[in-house]
């Protein structure tokens, strides 16, 4: 049974681009969770999406966008990148309760 | 919202010794209580969970602990082991009627344990 997987695995951006990070959930699963986590710190909710929609949302602008398809995988979109955006970007997947399933992550540079 | 404080930052044991990472959690309301392990490089793995009707849970050389009128829990690793060398994390979460919170977590403890 595969885990959460994620893709790409590490990605190098320049200011003011726009970046796609895509997951696909845990078999059975049908909510996707997106988390940031810089250097050294805990990671922070950006948002989750259930049914195709966005669910919640943490405190995070709107330069940051998602999308879920009809199969469960869901994409990460970061528009107008700045050097503050450079982090892990992980996705969580989850089926009907609490227990959230991490992926590798997406490690994201910004130059 | 949630807030949730973790210590300590680090932590160096023994092999052999015992482990407590001990976390406070501002909401009341929050009712789920995971605690992760973190490799580098990795993602972070869920390693054992606790709800808010339990007060202490158990498996194998990991333990937790919920003490919701304090709102404190804390995890316990016995017979630590050099592979239990990791980043943890606690978090806290709450149930928004039926549908699934989001995770708020501490800031980590780095255990290192020693040969």
């Known amino acids: 049974d595969a885990g959460v997987t994620q893709s790409p695995t590490h990605l190098i951006k320049t200011r003011g681009q726009q970046v796609t990070l895509r997951c696909s959930p845990k078999?059975?699963?049908?909510?996707v969770s997106w988390y940031q986590q810089a250097l050294g710190q805990g990671p922070q909710f950006i948002f989750q999406?259930?049914?195709?929609?966005?669910?919640q949302r943490g405190n995070f602008p709107d330069r940051f966008s998602g999308h879920q398809f009809p199969n469960y995988s869901s994409e990460l979109n970061v528009n107008a990148l700045l050097l503050g955006d450079s982090a892990l970007y992980l996705c969580?997947?989850?089926?009907?309760?609490?227990?959230?399933?991490f992926g590798p992550g997406t490690r994201l540079t910004v130059l | 919202g949630e807030n949730v404080e973790q210590h300590p930052s680090t932590l160096s044991v023994q092999e052999g010794d015992s482990a407590v990472i001990k976390c406070t959690y501002s909401?009341?309301?929050?009712?789920?209580f995971p605690w992760y392990k973190q490799e580098l490089g990795k993602g972070p793995q869920l390693i054992i969970d606790?709800?808010?009707?339990?007060g202490e849970k158990k498996d194998q050389r990991i333990a937790v602990t919920l003490n919701k009128t304090a709102k404190h829990f804390s995890l316990h690793i016995t017979e630590t082991q050099p592979e239990d060398s990791a980043v943890y994390f606690c978090?806290?979460?709450?149930?928004?009627?039926?549908?699934?919170?989001?995770?708020?977590f501490g800031k980590g403890t780095k255990l290192s344990v020693k040969p």
């Open positions: 999406y259930y049914e195709e929609e966005e669910r």
């Open positions: 078999s059975g699963h049908d909510t």
């Open positions: 969580a997947s989850s089926f009907r309760d609490n227990e959230q399933f």
């Open positions: 909401d009341s309301a929050s009712n789920y």
């Open positions: 606790i709800r808010s009707n339990v």
């Open positions: 978090a806290a979460l709450k149930n928004y009627g039926g549908s699934q919170g989001n995770l708020i």
